[in-house]
Nanobody
């Protein structure tokens, strides 16, 4: 069963930056790309950003657009989520998922932003 491996995250003060990574060996061959989601305590999981295999087709949720940047390293089959100008409302568990594969979720990485 495919499961991406995540790293990064942590704690930061408001206005700070953090980076997440998601590695899924071979994913460009069997999927359409990588999606990032997040889930805050007591809330539903929400979509954050998507990058397709062409590296050009990228989209963001309105709440993070202009602050988060998704990118890919094709040589490492890794997708990154650079998060700048973080706010307390960005506090959540962040998950990556292989596009088109309903069960291919990463284990999750905690991001905590203090005011």
């Amino acid at each position: 069963q495919e499961q991406p491996v995540q790293s990064g995250g942590g704690s930061v003060q408001a206005g700070g930056s953090l980076s997440l990574s998601c590695t899924a060996p071979g994913y460009p061959l069997t999927s359409c790309g990588i999606d990032w989601y997040r889930q805050a305590a007591g809330k539903s999981r929400e979509w954050v950003a998507t990058i397709r295999n062409d590296g050009i087709t990228i989209s963001y949720a309105g709440s993070v657009k202009g602050r988060f940047t998704i990118s890919k390293d094709k040589d490492k089959d890794t997708v990154y989520l650079q998060m700048n100008s973080l706010q307390p409302e960005d506090t959540a568990m962040y998950f990556c998922k292989i596009c088109g594969k309903p069960t291919a979720w990463g284990m999750g990485t905690q991001v905590t932003v203090s005011s």
